[in-house]
């Protein structure tokens, strides 16, 4: 994939300038041992392996991204271990073994996608370059080749509306806050969250050039934004004559949309690429999606190809290299409108090699099958999994394991070119992501008992029969997930209530059996002896004890709902203290895991700020992204719900404590609605407040699960 340089960046890295990349990520990974390895990069197909050469362990691939994959390889097969999110990798032997053979993997799929908008602010709205180097040192390891990269292109918008006679100044009622920027970037809301600092876009400038280097150093080719119309209100000011649309997402203010029959249209996208490529160098791919949870003012087919048209010429006029990558959510999301005429329509005004689909819930609402394979233009299958960073067990490990090379196979599949991983948000559930990995270096299903042998043996360092079981119970059930989207949320991240179920944001109906996730819990929790020393297996024995006790808490909220309804203060008020300890044991359980901790969140937001007031604005995003989701009758409210530490004793616990307290002070005169809106005044001040939440984790995991066990599994 070709690539142009610029003033900014180096895009194009020479054979020595990639295996330099590559020996430092060995050396960051293995802790300073890249001695012990031999580099051979040989261009040409997808390819990794790994043998012994001179005493040394020869890694080999076409790039960077393929001997990083020989080296996550040959650590796994012969050092047992594991480069995750959740959890440390084990320690390397004092002397690494030599392979007594040579195995090597080609890539069927030209394309590995990696990222979803919403995984830049549910996700990574704080990181820095340290962290995003870890994840950047993750894609590499597992044959990622082409991320999302759409960090700091505030910059590029001030630089475009400069050009255009709007100067920063009149920007500050456009741009989002920190927490808000990829819904910001789609079109779907304005301001909410802001004024943004200059400089947090001046260091998201600098921050988006660290990332695109180091990508493309190691053989990435990083995916760009590009414009789709939305405009800031400044330009109706300026250009009082242009054809401006309203349109609104959720609850939010209306935005406006450039009308793509406007000449200005084409210029301020040919100003767009151009400005960004001067500031960071181009590999020709763009992302852009015109409609994202938005209806189009017309199914007129004339008009849409007509759209298409104008947005892809807006590319190529200034990069005749432009390749146009379009979600393919919207299709799933506004269904209602998409019919194979529009679809058809929208993509017809592109050449097939000009585009790019992303199949983007390939596992559970395969659109290709609906669409012809997207008449004829390339597209990926992909995992979504999660929404909004949402903690819970959840997957489809049969689609994951077998349909990606399925699809290969399949005629009616079309141009099918490619795999990606588009999650709403990452670090959790990270069994479910390996498995989905398997497909990147392989043409054949993956034999799921299999791949958990191996996985299991690198992640805990050995494979124990009650451990196997337990997770072949957790695959059969939990990760069979055909009931709702993302898995199920407990009953206690959602507004109090004595619905069972109160839907929306918070749907607490399961795909599975609570017994069967007790059988589990039962034989991982029998593995402890063997297990303990294991970072990883700390990781998910917590995760799978805090599912235990989430879906527990439905089962006492039905107890102090029935209460109610009898008229029994007594075992209401018994009931719901046995709520709210839960509650704060919960708390206690993930406190013990860095992964799970609230205050890693907020602190990471503050330090990205130089001064107070910036400081406190970022807390503010960071705590509204969690809880009320906008303003204070936000629709989506609970979306980014989390089973964090901090935030069970700190917010949920909080707010059933108000509601038990509103209950049995009013009784049979308790009113729902009533009770919402104080609930509403108590999410809102939490938001704007300040408390401070631990950064470290406290406690013994396995201890704290020994002692949940002994208080809680008789009654469960």
């Not at 047992?80 to 320690?91: D, H, K, Q, R, T």
């Not at 559930?429 to 497909?439: D, G, Q």
């Not at 929306?504 to 017994?515: E, F, I, P, R, V």
Request: glycine share 6%; with cysteine.
């Amino acid at each position: 994939m070709g690539c142009s340089s610029s003033e900014g960046v180096k895009t194009a890295f020479s054979r020595s300038e990639q295996l330099s990349a590559a020996r430092d990520l060995i050396d960051r990974v293995t802790s300073g041992r890249a001695s012990e390895f031999k580099l051979r990069i040989t261009p040409g197909e997808d390819f990794w392996s790994y043998s012994e050469s001179d005493g040394k362990i020869l890694l080999e691939g076409n790039n960077g991204i393929g001997i990083a994959s020989a080296l996550n390889a040959y650590l796994g097969d012969y050092c047992a271990w594991e480069y995750s999110w959740c959890g440390e990798s084990p320690s390397l032997p004092n002397l690494l073994p030599l392979p007594d053979s040579t195995v090597r993997r080609n890539s069927p799929y030209r394309y590995r996608y990696y990222l979803n908008y919403c995984t830049f602010n549910y996700s990574m709205s704080w990181w820095d370059f340290d962290r995003w180097e870890k994840e950047i040192d993750w894609m590499a390891l597992h044959g990622i080749n082409m991320p999302l990269a759409v960090t700091g292109q505030n910059s590029v918008w001030q630089r475009v509306y400069a050009r255009l006679g709007i100067p920063a100044e009149e920007l500050k009622d456009f741009f989002s806050g920190p927490a808000y920027f990829n819904w910001f970037w789609m079109g779907n809301l304005d301001l909410w969250g802001g004024p943004l600092p200059q400089s947090f876009m001046d260091k998201h400038e600098a921050l988006q050039k660290q990332i695109l280097l180091r990508e493309r150093s190691l053989g990435m080719t990083p995916v760009l934004p590009a414009f789709t119309g939305h405009v800031p209100p400044a330009l109706a000011r300026k250009y009082p004559d242009v054809k401006i649309r309203k349109t609104s997402w959720v609850n939010f203010p209306e935005v406006s949309i450039l009308d793509p029959d406007e000449e200005l249209f084409t210029r301020i996208g040919q100003l767009f690429i151009e400005e960004q490529t001067r500031l960071w160098g181009t590999n020709h791919y763009y992302s852009a999606d015109t409609f994202n949870e938005n209806v189009p003012p017309s199914a007129d087919s004339a008009y849409l190809a007509a759209i298409s048209a104008k947005v892809y010429a807006s590319m190529s006029s200034v990069d005749p290299e432009a390749v146009w990558v379009m979600q393919g959510w919207m299709f799933y999301h506004e269904k209602h409108f998409w019919g194979q005429p529009q679809i058809q329509a929208l993509l017809s005004s592109v050449p097939d090699d000009k585009m790019l689909i992303l199949d983007l819930w390939s596992e559970r609402y395969p659109v290709w099958k609906q669409t012809n394979a997207y008449w004829g233009k390339p597209w990926l299958w992909c995992m979504l999994h999660n929404f909004g960073q949402n903690i819970t067990l959840s997957g489809n490990v049969s689609s994951i394991a077998s349909d990606p090379s399925a699809a290969l196979r399949d005629p009616a599949a079309g141009n099918m070119s490619g795999i990606g991983l588009t999650p709403e948000g990452i670090g959790h559930t990270p069994i479910v992501y390996s498995l989905f990995l398997e497909n990147v270096w392989r043409d054949e299903a993956v034999d799921v008992d299999e791949f958990l042998k191996v996985y299991l043996r690198r992640r805990y360092g050995c494979c124990p029969d009650a451990a196997f079981q337990a997770w072949k119970i957790i695959f059969s059930t939990a990760f069979e997930n055909t009931v709702n989207n993302g898995g199920h949320e407990s009953i206690i991240t959602g507004r109090p209530t004595f619905a069972a179920n109160p839907r929306g944001c918070t749907n607490t109906l399961k795909c599975y059996d609570s017994a069967d996730l007790l059988r589990a819990w039962d034989l991982l929790c029998s593995c402890i002896p063997e297990c303990r020393e294991s970072d990883g297996f700390r990781y998910d024995l917590v995760d799978i004890t805090r599912q235990v006790l989430a879906d527990y808490a439905s089962e006492i909220q039905s107890d102090f709902a029935s209460a109610f309804e009898r008229g029994s203060r007594t075992d209401f008020h018994r009931h719901s203290r046995r709520f709210l300890d839960l509650i704060s044991d919960m708390d206690s359980l993930l406190g013990t895991r860095k992964e799970f901790l609230l205050g890693e969140w907020l602190e990471s937001a503050k330090a990205l700020g130089d001064t107070p007031e910036e400081k406190a604005l970022y807390e503010r995003n960071a705590r509204n992204l969690i809880s009320v989701w906008g303003n204070r009758d936000c629709r989506i409210f609970d979306y980014a719900c989390k089973q964090w530490s901090g935030m069970m004793n700190g917010y949920y616990k909080c707010r059933w404590s108000l509601f038990f307290d509103e209950v049995e002070t009013l009784w049979k005169s308790f009113s729902k609605p009533d009770f919402d809106e104080k609930c509403k005044d108590f999410e809102w001040a939490w938001t704007q407040s300040a408390e401070i939440y631990p950064t470290e984790a406290t406690g013994d995991e396995i201890a704290c699960v020994e002692s949940l066990r002994d208080k809680y599994r008789a009654s469960l």
